[in-house]
């Protein structure tokens, strides 16, 4: 993965999210093409760089880039409010049936980070540079 150029920023940031449904539904199997579609439009519109992505029965990967401007909540967020919009509006009867307060996302997410430098090597960079 190697670093973006944008007018004032290089940057190479990778995030890993994994989120669940709430109440822990299994529900995927019978969304999977309407969920993966969904999420490749939203990363598309954001500018966003889609690494990896793996829906599960009762849970979601998703391994992107993204520009230093965009925080990881703020990704999260509109990765999961804009899907289930999405899912509200082509199964309404089955999102009812299993969320009767709406949305269908729990609102804990994991978010982590990937890069190609580790932590040590860039303190090791840190404590030998010269800091004019």
């Not at 760089?49 to 230093?68: K, N, Q």
């Amino acid at each position: 993965m190697e670093a973006t150029r944008s007018n004032h920023t290089v940057y190479n940031i990778n995030y890993h999210f994994v989120w669940c449904p709430r109440y822990r539904h299994s529900f995927f199997d019978y969304v999977a093409e309407t969920l993966e579609s969904e999420f490749h439009a939203i990363i598309e519109r954001n500018d966003y760089e889609l690494r990896s992505l793996h829906i599960s029965p009762d849970h979601v990967h998703v391994f992107l880039g993204a520009h230093a401007k965009h925080s990881p909540s703020e990704i999260v967020s509109r990765l999961k409010s804009v899907t289930a919009r999405r899912l509200w509006s082509e199964y309404p009867e089955m999102m009812r049936s299993l969320y009767w307060g709406g949305g269908c996302w729990e609102r804990s997410f994991y978010v982590g980070t990937a890069g190609e430098v580790s932590r040590e090597t860039i303190e090791q960079y840190i404590n030998r540079s010269e800091h004019v």
